[in-house]
C-alpha cells in the first residue's frame, strides 16, 4: 500500500502538546508523519511547506492553536491568513489544495490529534503519491 | 398540498389501522399529506433489543433508501418503535463507516431482484444517512407549530384532564434520537397543551410499559400497566394520550388482565396521540376506530363532544 | 564540522517495546557529523546522563542529541547535564521518539523507521545550531493571586509572609469562597468559620497583601517575572473609605433578593453583605436588583447614611499594576440541580444540594444550624442523601469522580442524625472512597454506630408527590429497586469549574484540560505550575479535591512564586529573532506583525531592529520577513529546510 509521507509543523503550546497526550493517553494513529515542532504555527513560512512538497512530502499538516487561544496573543491568525494565500499558489503548482492541511489542535485534544492523523494518511493515500512537473524534469 | 413521505409500519397497517387513519386525517386538516411509499417493508423493529448489528438495519435502511432515491429528505412516521428503528439505523450509517459501508453491499446486492425498480442506467449511490427520520409529533412541534393547530382547533379538548405516555423507545438513546430531554420530556405536553386540554403530572410517564413482555411474561406487563395507570388516575387523569402501538396495546387491552389481578382498578380511556388532534380538529369522531379500543372511550369523548358540538362529517 | 553524539533512550520496554534502539543507533551512526551513537535503558537516570557527560569529554563532542521522551519532561535535565559536562546547553537537542513515536505506533518496523527519521530531523538541527547564552531579565516581586477562597488566602498569607507584596483579587465583595459557606468539616467536624475567619482576618490586615475584592481580572500582557494587568473593581455604590460597616443601610433596604451565599434559602437586600463574617465587613449594591436602579425612585440607604457613604454614580475602576507571578486559584461551582434531569430538574423544592445543606446545618446559617426544609420549615424525618449526583456519567454528565462527596455526605448524614435524633438518613452510593488522613474511620464509625443506612446503587428518578419527595433507586447489594418516601433529598452534584475560568484562562492564555479544570505542567512532577512560566496554580480550579490538599498545594504554589522572586533576575530563552543588517531593506513588515512590540526601526540605519527584553521568540516576524534578514536563533530557515528534508528520509 501507498505510505504517504507527511511532514507536521507543530506548536509547541497547543498542538505539539496534543501531540504529546495522544502518546500518554496511548492512541494508536497511522505513523506517516514526522513532526517539526516550532514555538508558534506563524513561524511557518510558506516557502517551509513549498520547500516540504519539493523534497517529496505527499502533505504538510500544520498545527495550530484554535482561535483566540494563541499562546503569542494571534499568531495562529497570521498563519491562517499565510495559509488561504498559500493555497492559491499551490493551485499555480499544480499541487492539491488537499495536502496542505492546517489544523487548530489544542493540549487536550489528543484523540483530535489521532484522528486528523489518520484522515490525513487515508486522504493522501487516495490522492497518490505527490507529482511535480519540475521534479519530473529534473530527473 | 405539501406530500411528506410516510412509513406507517406494519402495526399500523393492519391492527391498528384506524390509528393510520386518524394520522392522515388530522394532517390534511393541517394542511399536508402524509405521502405513504410505494412499497415498504416491515423495519425490523428489534434493533434495540437485538445482538445482531449489521443484518437488522438492512431493512431500514432499504426504506430509508428508497426514500432518498425519490428525491425527499423527510421520512414521517407516527410508531415509536418505527422511528426509534428508523432514526437508529440512519444514526448507525451516518456515523460508522464500517456499518455505511457493509449496509451498502447488502443493499447494492439485491437491487437486481427488486422489480420496481428498472432503471438499468441508474448508477449505484451510497446510502449515507441523507433522509431526516421524523416522528409526527416532532413535525407538529417543529414544521407545523402548535400556535398553528391551536388555530385550527374545532373542538379545543378544554377541560380535559390528559396524562401524556412516554414510554421508552421514543426519547431514548438520546445521542442517538435527540427528540427530547429523555429524563423529562415535555414534547407531549405541549401537544396536549395545544389541544386546549390540561397535563397531568405524575411520576410514571416515563416508566415502561412492559412491551414485548406482553407476549412472554404477561403477568410483568400487567403489574407496570397498573402502576403507570393508576399513577395517572390518582394525579387526577380522564384519559391518557400515547404514541406508541405497542404502549396502546399494553395500556388499552391489558386493564382486563390488571382488573382481574387488582380488584381496586377502574378503567380509563387510551387515545393514540393522532386520534386526540384529529377529534379537536374537528374530525368526525365515527372515523377514529374507537369501537375497537378495550375500555370505553365514551365518557371522554361526550366530555369532548358536550364541549363543542358534533364534528364535520368527512 | 560539527562532531555530534546521539544517545537514544530505551525507556525500559516503553521504547524498546516498539522501537528497535539498536537499529535506530546503526542508522543514525552514518548521518554526517554524527560521531556517535549508542542507546541505553533509562538515560535519565544517573548512569545514564553520566555516560552523556562522559562521552561529550571523551568524543568532543559539541552537540548531543537525546531520543527520548517529551522534551517538556526532559529537556532541562539533559541541558544541565551538557552543561556540566562543558557543552553549552542550546548545544543539546530532545528528539522525541516516545510520545510521539513508541507510544502510537505499534508495528514495530513503521515505528523504527519514524524514529530514525525523527533522530535524523533533530541531527539536522543541531548540525547548525549555535552556542547561545541567557538573556537576563529583570523580575517584579510582586505576586498576584486570582480567587479569594481558601487557597488564594493561604497562597497569599505565605508569599506575603516571605516579605513580598501580593495582590489578592477576589470577584465577590467578600473573600473566603466556598469555605466559608461549609458548616464543620470532615473528618474532625471543626467550625469551618471558626477556621477560616482568622485566616480571612489575617488577609485582610497583612501588611504586604492589598486586598481587592469585587474585582475581576481584565487582562493580562508581558510575561513570567514581567506581567502587565489590568484589574476591573467594580462599582460598590458604597464608599468603603467612610463606610463603618454599622448595618443600617441593609436593614432598611426594601428589595429582596435570594441569597446565592444561602444557596436560595434566605434573602437579603439589594444592598448587602453577603455574610456577617466578611473581609472586608463593607456592602455594595447589586444593580440589578436595587429598586433606584430599576425605577429611578427609594434611595433608602442613601437617607439612612448619616455618613454619606453611599454613592449611586459611582463607577467601576480600572487599575493597573505589574507583577511577576500569578497564582490562579478560582475554585469551583456544583452542577446546577436544574441539569439534573431524572433528579427533578431543580422543579422539586426539597431536593437541594449539598451546599444548601452545609447552610442549613450551620450555626449562622438561615436555619440557625436546624435541619427543617425549604417546602414547608418542618424538620424532615426521612432524608434520602444521593452520591455522584452528575459525577462518574460520561453518559449524561460529567465522567469524573468529584473526590469529596463521599466525606461530606458522611459528614453530612452524621451531623443530620446529631441534630435529628428520630431521623433517618440514607445513602445512595457508588462506591465509598475514603482515602485520606482518618477519613475511612470517619466513615466506619458512621457507617457501624450512627445508624445511617448505605445503599449501594445509583437512584433513578426524584419526584414529588404530595408532600413528600419520592426516590427510586436500586440497592445492587440485594439486587432489589426500593423506593423511598423522603422529607428532604441532598444531592452530592458534581463539583464543576467555575463558568469565569474559562473566561480568565482565555486572558491568562492558561491551559485547560477536557473537563474546563486547569491543567498542571506535569500531573506528577509539577502539580502546582501551568505550563506557561510565571502561572501557578491552586485549588479546586485545578481539579476536585479537598481542603487539606487544597491549602498543601496553596503554600506548594506560594513556594514557588517565593523561590522565583529569591532570583535577582530571570534567564531568558536566547532562541529569539535577530536581524542580518546586511540583508535588511527597512520594510518594517516585521514591526506590524510583533504582538510585543519587540520589533523597532532604527531610523539612523534604516533598518529594523529586535528588542530582546520584549521579545517571546514566537518566530512570526521571521516567517514575514521578506528577504531573509530576521532569523531565528537556532531555527532558521536554512535549518527548518534541511530539518524537512531529513525528517522525509533524505534524498
Redesign the interface.
Known amino acids: 500500500m501507498f505510505e504517504p509521507?507527511i511532514?507536521c509543523f507543530l506548536c509547541t503550546?497547543c498542538t505539539s502538546?496534543g501531540?504529546?497526550l495522544?502518546?500518554?493517553s496511548?492512541?494508536?494513529?497511522r505513523?506517516n508523519g514526522?513532526?517539526?515542532?516550532?514555538?508558534?504555527s506563524?513561524?511557518?513560512?510558506?516557502?517551509?511547506v513549498l520547500?516540504?512538497f519539493r523534497?517529496?512530502?505527499d502533505g504538510v499538516l500544520i498545527g495550530g492553536c484554535h482561535p483566540?487561544?494563541?499562546?503569542?496573543?494571534?499568531?495562529n491568525y497570521?498563519t491562517q491568513a499565510?495559509v488561504s494565500l498559500l493555497y492559491r499558489l499551490l493551485d499555480d503548482f499544480g499541487i492539491d489544495r488537499a495536502r496542505l492541511r492546517l489544523e487548530w489542535i489544542?493540549?487536550?485534544e489528543g484523540t483530535k490529534f489521532?484522528a486528523v492523523m489518520n484522515e490525513f494518511t487515508e486522504e493522501l493515500r487516495s490522492l497518490g503519491p505527490i507529482k511535480l512537473a519540475a521534479r519530473e524534469m529534473a530527473k | 398540498m405539501a406530500k411528506v413521505a410516510y412509513y406507517p409500519g406494519c402495526a399500523l397497517k393492519e391492527r391498528s389501522s384506524h390509528l393510520d387513519t386518524s394520522a392522515r386525517d388530522s394532517a390534511v386538516r393541517l394542511g399536508f399529506e402524509l405521502d405513504e411509499l410505494p412499497t415498504w417493508t416491515c423495519c425490523g423493529a428489534v434493533p434495540p433489543v437485538s445482538e445482531e448489528r449489521v443484518m437488522n438495519l438492512v431493512a431500514p435502511s432499504r426504506i430509508l433508501k428508497d426514500v432518498r432515491d425519490s428525491g425527499r429528505d423527510v421520512l414521517i412516521t407516527i410508531c415509536d418503535f418505527c422511528y426509534n428503528t428508523l432514526k437508529r439505523t440512519n444514526y448507525s450509517i451516518r456515523t460508522n463507516e464500517i456499518t455505511r459501508k457493509r449496509i451498502n453491499a447488502f443493499l447494492a446486492d439485491d437491487e437486481p431482484e427488486r422489480d420496481y425498480i428498472e432503471k438499468k442506467d441508474a448508477y449505484w449511490v451510497d446510502y449515507t444517512g441523507e433522509v431526516r427520520v421524523v416522528h409526527l409529533m416532532e413535525y407538529l412541534r417543529d414544521e407545523i407549530g402548535y400556535g398553528n393547530i391551536r388555530e385550527k382547533l374545532k373542538r379545543p379538548l378544554s377541560g380535559l384532564k390528559i396524562a401524556p405516555y412516554y414510554g421508552c423507545v421514543m426519547l431514548r438513546p438520546q445521542n442517538e434520537i435527540q427528540l427530547d430531554e429523555p429524563e423529562n420530556p415535555s414534547i407531549i405536553e405541549d401537544f396536549i397543551d395545544s389541544l386546549g386540554a390540561e397535563t397531568i403530572r405524575y411520576p410514571y410517564r416515563t416508566e415502561c410499559c412492559g412491551s414485548y413482555l406482553s407476549v412472554s411474561s404477561p403477568d410483568a406487563s400487567t403489574r407496570l400497566c397498573y402502576r403507570i395507570l393508576t399513577s395517572a388516575q390518582q394525579h387526577g387523569a380522564d384519559a391518557m394520550v400515547i404514541s406508541c402501538p405497542l404502549c396502546f396495546y399494553n395500556l388499552d387491552s391489558r386493564q382486563k388482565a390488571i382488573a382481574e389481578a387488582y380488584p381496586d382498578f377502574k378503567p380509563i380511556p387510551v387515545f393514540y396521540f393522532t386520534q386526540l388532534l384529529s377529534v379537536a380538529l374537528g374530525v368526525d369522531e365515527g372515523r377514529q376506530g374507537f369501537e375497537r379500543h378495550f375500555v370505553d372511550v365514551a365518557p371522554v369523548l361526550d366530555m369532548i363532544l358536550q364541549g363543542s358540538g358534533k364534528g364535520d362529517r368527512t | 564540522m560539527k562532531r555530534i553524539g546521539v544517545f537514544i533512550c530505551h525507556c525500559g520496554i516503553n521504547i524498546a517495546g516498539t522501537v528497535d534502539v539498536k537499529r535506530v543507533a546503526e542508522e543514525v551512526a552514518k548521518l554526517d557529523s554524527v560521531v556517535y551513537a549508542q542507546d541505553y535503558i533509562y538515560m535519565c537516570s544517573d548512569p545514564g546522563q553520566a555516560l552523556v557527560r562522559e562521552k561529550i569529554r571523551q568524543e568532543k563532542l559539541d552537540g548531543i542529541i537525546i531520543a527520548a521522551c517529551?522534551?517538556?519532561l526532559h529537556e532541562s535535565t539533559f541541558r544541565t547535564a551538557a552543561e556540566e559536562a562543558g557543552l553549552n546547553p542550546w548545544q543539546c537537542e530532545i528528539a522525541?521518539i516516545?510520545?510521539?513515536?513508541s507510544?502510537?505506533?505499534?508495528?514495530r518496523k513503521?515505528?523504527t523507521?519514524?524514529a530514525i527519521?525523527?533522530v535524523s530531523?533533530m541531527v539536522e538541527k543541531t548540525r547548525l545550531n549555535e552556542s547561545l547564552e541567557p538573556i537576563p531579565v529583570s523580575i517584579t516581586k510582586k505576586a498576584l493571586v486570582i480567587g479569594g477562597g481558601i487557597a488564594g488566602i493561604q497562597a497569599a498569607l505565605d508569599i506575603a509572609d516571605s516579605g513580598h507584596k501580593v495582590i489578592l483579587v477576589e470577584k465577590e465583595s467578600s473573600i473566603g469562597g466556598h469555605m466559608a459557606q461549609l458548616s464543620e468539616t470532615f473528618p474532625t467536624l471543626d467550625c469551618s468559620q471558626c477556621i477560616l475567619t482568622p485566616k480571612m482576618v489575617a488577609a485582610g490586615k497583612h501588611r504586604n497583601i492589598q486586598l481587592m475584592t469585587y474585582s475581576e481580572v481584565e487582562e493580562v500582557s508581558g510575561y513570567v517575572g514581567n506581567f502587565n494587568v489590568r484589574i476591573r473593581r467594580k462599582a460598590p455604590f458604597v464608599d468603603w473609605s467612610t463606610c463603618t460597616g454599622c448595618g443600617l443601610c441593609m436593614e432598611k433596604c426594601p428589595a429582596k433578593v435570594p441569597s446565592e451565599f444561602d444557596r436560595g434559602l434566605s434573602t437579603h437586600g439589594a444592598i448587602y453583605i453577603p455574610f456577617p463574617q466578611a473581609v472586608p465587613n463593607k456592602p455594595v449594591i447589586d444593580r440589578e436588583s436595587c429598586i433606584y436602579f430599576k425605577t429611578g425612585k427609594c434611595r433608602l440607604c442613601e437617607k439612612t447614611c448619616e455618613i454619606g457613604a453611599i454613592k449611586f454614580d459611582q463607577e467601576d475602576q480600572i487599575i493597573e499594576e505589574e507583577i511577576g507571578a500569578i497564582i490562579t486559584a478560582t475554585g469551583y461551582e456544583t452542577l446546577p440541580v436544574t441539569e439534573l434531569q431524572e433528579y427533578g430538574a431543580g422543579e422539586v423544592p426539597d431536593v437541594i444540594d449539598g451546599l444548601a445543606f452545609e447552610r442549613l446545618l450551620s450555626a449562622s446559617g438561615p436555619t440557625s444550624g436546624e435541619v427543617r426544609r425549604p417546602s414547608d420549615g418542618r424538620v424532615p424525618k426521612e432524608v434520602v442523601f444521593v452520591q455522584c449526583a452528575g459525577s462518574r456519567d460520561p453518559e449524561r454528565y460529567r465522567p469524573y469522580c468529584s473526590k469529596i462527596c463521599c466525606m461530606y455526605t458522611t459528614k453530612h448524614a452524621l451531623l443530620y442524625k446529631h441534630r435529628v435524633h428520630d431521623g433517618q438518613p440514607y445513602i445512595f452510593y457508588i462506591d465509598i472512597r475514603t482515602g485520606g488522613k482518618g477519613y475511612e474511620e470517619f466513615y466506619h464509625n458512621a457507617e457501624q454506630d450512627e445508624g445511617i443506612i448505605y445503599l449501594r446503587g445509583k437512584v433513578a428518578k426524584i419526584f414529588r408527590d404530595g408532600d413528600k419527595t419520592i426516590v427510586w433507586g436500586t440497592d445492587t447489594l440485594t439486587g432489589r429497586n426500593v423506593e423511598i418516601q423522603a422529607d428532604l433529598v441532598v444531592l452530592a452534584t458534581a463539583v464543576v469549574p467555575r463558568e469565569s475560568t474559562a473566561e480568565l484562562v482565555?486572558k491568562l492564555?492558561i491551559?485547560?484540560?477536557?473537563n474546563g479544570f486547569l491543567?498542571e505542567a506535569h500531573p506528577k512532577l509539577r502539580p502546582v505550575e501551568s505550563?506557561?512560566s510565571g502561572f501557578f496554580i491552586a485549588g479546586v480550579a485545578q481539579g476536585p479535591r479537598d481542603i487539606p490538599e487544597t491549602v498543601a498545594q496553596a503554600s506548594g504554589a506560594a513556594c514557588k512564586v517565593i523561590s522565583l522572586f529569591s532570583r535577582d533576575h530571570l534567564e531568558q530563552d536566547p532562541?529569539i529573532a535577530w536581524v542580518d543588517e546586511e540583508l535588511c531593506g527597512g520594510c518594517r513588515i516585521c514591526i506590524s506583525?510583533c504582538?510585543?512590540d519587540a520589533r523597532e526601526y532604527d531610523e539612523e540605519k534604516c533598518i529594523a531592529r529586535v528588542n530582546e527584553a520584549l521579545c517571546?521568540?514566537?518566530?512570526?516576524c521571521?516567517?514575514?520577513c521578506a528577504c531573509g534578514a530576521t532569523q531565528?536563533r537556532n531555527?532558521s530557515?536554512s535549518q527548518?529546510?534541511s530539518?524537512?528534508?531529513a525528517?522525509?528520509?533524505g534524498?
Open positions: 509521507r511532514v503550546w502538546a501531540a504529546d495522544a502518546g500518554t496511548r492512541l494508536q494513529y505513523p514526522v513532526n517539526i515542532k516550532f514555538m508558534c506563524s513561524r511557518v513560512d510558506p516557502e517551509h520547500w516540504a523534497e517529496g512530502a483566540g487561544d494563541c499562546h503569542y496573543q494571534d499568531g497570521r499565510r489544542s493540549a487536550a489521532a | 517529551s522534551p517538556s522525541n516516545r510520545e510521539q513515536c507510544w502510537v505506533h505499534t508495528d513503521k515505528a523507521e519514524k527519521r525523527i530531523t482565555k492564555r491551559q485547560t484540560g477536557p491543567s505550563i506557561n532562541a506583525v504582538p510585543y517571546e521568540g514566537c518566530g512570526s521571521v516567517a514575514a531565528q531555527l530557515d527548518i529546510k530539518m524537512v528534508t525528517s522525509l528520509g534524498e
